[in-house]
T-cell receptor, first 114, second 111 residues
């Protein structure tokens, strides 16, 4: 079965640094998402992306965050100036057309901000 | 999205059936019932979804109450690999394309 691929699996950065998390969604999917999960907490929605623009975003997704689909295959999440509280597992997901929006998730990138 | 209520945790023995309940008394007529699970150290994984009728697939069955105010995810023969957090999520695809995860049910499977 096709899968969503995320790189790197672990990322350690210093507070204030910029990080880019990368994802390769399933090739024929049209909707792309980022979620995050702080250790021991719920999976939280960050942003959804469709037709080369953000379709929805949560309160967490502030000006420090941005997403991009730089080419036909990659989908990235950038955090401009990381904070300690950005430490979390970040999951990318994609879904195809249709109302049911079955999401396929990647295995995540564990971001540690020191 | 309407709210769901699930037990925090459940325990099962290997090879036995597991019934994971979900209450969603404020469900609207257009909400689909989705189940996802999250294995340890992995991203969530789609399990099954339904609207009104019971559904079966290779992973599980979904039994939906006639009034749609509750549903049950059924794993017919639990294996150790089924130990995970199971999320019951209501979703109306026409209004939004995001899923909102709750705290789910942590299923422990004993050998």
């Amino acid at each position: 079965e096709p899968e969503v691929t995320q790189t790197p699996s672990h990322q350690v950065t210093q507070m204030g640094q910029e990080v880019i998390l990368r994802c390769v969604p399933i090739s024929n999917h049209l909707y792309f998402y980022w979620y995050r999960q702080i250790l021991g907490q719920k999976v939280e929605f960050l942003v959804s992306f469709y037709n080369n623009e953000i379709s929805e975003k949560s309160e967490i997704f502030d000006d420090q965050f941005s997403v991009e689909r730089p080419d036909g295959s990659n989908f990235t999440l950038k955090i401009r100036s990381t904070k300690l509280e950005d430490s979390a597992m970040y999951f990318c997901a994609s879904s195809g057309q249709g109302i049911l929006k079955k999401l396929f998730f990647g295995s995540g990138t564990q971001l540690s901000v020191l | 999205d309407a709210k769901t209520t699930q037990p925090n945790s459940m325990e099962s023995n290997e090879e036995e059936p597991v019934h994971l309940p979900c209450n969603h008394s404020t469900i609207s007529g257009t909400d689909y019932i989705h189940w996802y699970r999250q294995l340890p150290s992995q991203g969530p994984e789609y399990v099954i979804h339904g609207l009104t009728s019971n559904v079966n697939n290779r992973m599980a069955s979904l039994a939906i109450a006639e009034d749609r105010k509750s549903s049950t995810l059924i794993l017919h023969r639990a294996t150790l690999r089924d130990a995970a957090v199971y999320y019951c999520i209501l979703h109306y695809g026409g209004a939004t394309n995001k899923l909102i995860f709750g705290t789910g049910t942590l299923l422990a499977v004993q050998p």
